[in-house]
């Protein structure tokens, strides 16, 4: 029976009854993942849970293959980058729809009341660290994806399953590695669906990008009574810092975006100040003497430096770069260093990208409301899809509150998962079984 064919008069209703049925099957599925700890850094335990994925979905019709990052940032024998990608095939041709989820968590930190790794269910909630971020996205898009291939047995095309690592850390060991080795060629795949936290009734359309640089400022050393016979590196950062206040940050404060981007307070350029560190080192803990008296000869700071779509890396670089030489002009024996630590360009997906439509449409179906389109603040693993994958069809959307993400006591619903997962399995639906469009 053919795609076409099975779906003529096809009542989703059944879908949504068989995702309700896999409730308990969901719960134990998202306790089972919190309690592997891949914990990242250092990036533990991605074989287990790879091969705990790879028994799952092979019981499941799929062909599956765990692929290591050989040679990647954090790569080791000790902590191997694991990774898992499973593809079913439909009956007749099609396009793919690939769910992306990253299977690393942050630290635990200080705070919690629930065990980060015991998955405890209270009152609907899953606790955990990654409960939310993203282990409950993984689990509501197998259980999607499960019901979806019981119900819609003749569907077209492809589905698959991915569980990446280190996207916590940039995910080079993850999706960028698998995006080089040809897995998000739109060749292959047409639509992606990362199910990071955003909430069940928004579209996440893509990210602003990132440019991380050390700056340091050059002194002399010289004794700390007699400063004149030096020159303090510290002084010169100063004047950086006032420059910053007196033009960049009210130059980025004026630039806005058409990124949607949540919360709106993002929806300009900004910037941190991630550290700032001048003069002598820094003592170890168990030294309580003074320190001696000396003029800095080096001052470093970090700059963390947020970007839109409407700005290019070049000019956000040769901003901070004018500026700095714009201090050289005030200040005779002003120098610097300028030390890129890392880059990260912006992704929009188009509003009116097959992807987006879709999963805005089902989630009109299931809510009975118009899908939120959002853009973050911060990146996730969309950036390697679109800059080295080439496929522009990608959104984040997924159950979970994002300012729960990295929190203590970090928790999902369970009702917001069977939502999220539903509005899942219709977009694969409306995706892969024409007339049910
Ligand atoms: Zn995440």
């Given at each position: 029976?053919?795609?076409?064919?099975?779906?003529?008069?096809?009542?989703?209703?059944?879908?949504?009854?068989?995702?309700?049925?896999?409730?308990?099957?969901?719960?134990?599925l998202?306790?089972d993942l919190?309690r592997m700890p891949t914990?990242?850094?250092?990036?533990q335990d991605y074989r287990l849970i790879c091969e705990y994925l790879d028994r799952r979905l092979k019981g499941h019709?799929f062909?599956t293959e765990l692929i290591r990052?050989?040679?990647?940032?954090?790569?080791?024998?000790?902590?191997p980058r694991w990774n898992i990608v499973a593809?079913?095939?439909?009956?007749?041709?099609?396009?793919?729809?690939?769910?992306?989820?990253?299977t690393?968590?942050?630290?635990?930190?200080?705070?919690?009341?629930?065990?980060?790794?015991?998955?405890?269910?209270?009152?609907?909630?899953?606790?955990?660290?990654?409960?939310?971020?993203?282990?409950?996205?993984l689990?509501?898009?197998i259980?999607?994806?499960?019901?979806?291939?019981?119900?819609?047995?003749?569907?077209?095309?492809?589905?698959?399953i991915s569980g990446t690592a280190?996207?916590?850390?940039?995910?080079?060991?993850?999706?960028?590695?698998?995006?080089?080795?040809?897995?998000?060629?739109?060749?292959?795949?047409?639509?992606?669906?990362?199910?990071?936290?955003?909430?069940?009734?928004?579209?996440?359309?893509?990210?602003?990008?990132?440019?991380?640089?050390?700056?340091?400022?050059?002194?002399?050393?010289?004794?700390?009574?007699?400063?004149?016979?030096?020159?303090?590196?510290?002084?010169?950062?100063?004047?950086?810092?006032?420059?910053?206040?007196?033009?960049?940050?009210?130059?980025?404060?004026?630039?806005?975006?058409?990124?949607?981007?949540?919360?709106?307070?993002?929806?300009?350029?900004?910037?941190?100040?991630?550290?700032?560190?001048?003069?002598?080192?820094?003592?170890?803990?168990?030294?309580?003497?003074?320190?001696?008296?000396?003029?800095?000869?080096?001052?470093?700071?970090?700059?963390?430096?947020?970007?839109?779509?409407?700005?290019?890396?070049?000019?956000?670089?040769?901003?901070?770069?004018?500026?700095?030489?714009?201090?050289?002009?005030?200040?005779?024996?002003?120098?610097?260093?300028?030390?890129?630590?890392?880059?990260?360009?912006?992704?929009?997906?188009?509003?009116?990208?097959?992807?987006?439509?879709?999963?805005?449409?089902?989630?009109?179906?299931?809510?009975?409301?118009?899908?939120?389109?959002?853009?973050?603040?911060?990146?996730?693993?969309?950036?390697?899809?679109?800059?080295?994958?080439?496929?522009?069809?990608?959104?984040?959307?997924?159950?979970?509150?994002?300012?729960?993400?990295?929190?203590?006591?970090?928790?999902?619903?369970?009702?917001?998962?069977?939502?999220?997962?539903?509005?899942?399995?219709?977009?694969?639906?409306?995706?892969?079984?024409?007339?049910?469009?």
């Amino acid at each position: 029976m053919g795609a076409l064919a099975f779906s003529r008069g096809m009542d989703l209703s059944a879908l949504d009854t068989a995702i309700a049925a896999k409730r308990d099957d969901l719960i134990a599925l998202t306790q089972d993942l919190i309690r592997m700890p891949t914990l990242n850094p250092p990036g533990q335990d991605y074989r287990l849970i790879c091969e705990y994925l790879d028994r799952r979905l092979k019981g499941h019709g799929f062909q599956t293959e765990l692929i290591r990052a050989h040679g990647t940032p954090g790569d080791s024998e000790k902590y191997p980058r694991w990774n898992i990608v499973a593809r079913r095939e439909g009956s007749v041709a099609g396009d793919c729809v690939h769910f992306n989820s990253h299977t690393d968590v942050v630290e635990v930190g200080s705070g919690w009341t629930r065990d980060p790794f015991g998955g405890e269910l209270i009152d609907g909630k899953i606790y955990g660290r990654g409960a939310c971020d993203m282990k409950g996205g993984l689990a509501a898009s197998i259980i999607a994806v499960e019901a979806f291939l019981e119900t819609c047995p003749g569907f077209a095309g492809a589905i698959e399953i991915s569980g990446t690592a280190d996207e916590e850390s940039g995910g080079y060991g993850g999706v960028a590695y698998l995006a080089e080795q040809g897995y998000f060629d739109p060749a292959r795949v047409q639509h992606v669906i990362i199910p990071e936290p955003l909430n069940k009734d928004r579209v996440c359309l893509g990210h602003r990008g990132g440019w991380w640089a050390e700056i340091e400022t050059f002194g002399e050393i010289a004794h700390g009574s007699m400063p004149f016979l030096g020159d303090c590196a510290v002084r010169h950062m100063g004047a950086v810092l006032d420059r910053f206040e007196s033009d960049l940050f009210p130059a980025m404060a004026k630039r806005h975006t058409e990124m949607p981007v949540v919360p709106a307070g993002a929806r300009s350029s900004t910037m941190n100040i991630n550290s700032i560190h001048g003069g002598q080192k820094e003592q170890d803990d168990d030294f309580t003497g003074l320190p001696a008296h000396c003029v800095p000869d080096s001052c470093r700071i970090v700059i963390d430096r947020r970007f839109l779509v409407e700005e290019t890396l070049e000019q956000v670089r040769g901003e901070v770069t004018a500026l700095l030489d714009g201090v050289k002009s005030d200040r005779p024996t002003f120098t610097y260093a300028l030390r890129e630590l890392n880059s990260v360009l912006p992704s929009m997906t188009d509003a009116h990208a097959p992807v987006v439509e879709t999963v805005s449409a089902a989630i009109r179906d299931v809510l009975g409301r118009d899908a939120q389109h959002v853009a973050s603040p911060g990146t996730y693993d969309q950036k390697h899809i679109d800059r080295i994958g080439k496929l522009k069809n990608c959104i984040a959307y997924g159950p979970g509150v994002l300012e729960l993400a990295h929190k203590p006591d970090e928790w999902i619903g369970v009702d917001d998962m069977i939502d999220s997962a539903r509005v899942m399995g219709r977009s694969l639906a409306k995706l892969l079984l024409p007339s049910a469009k």
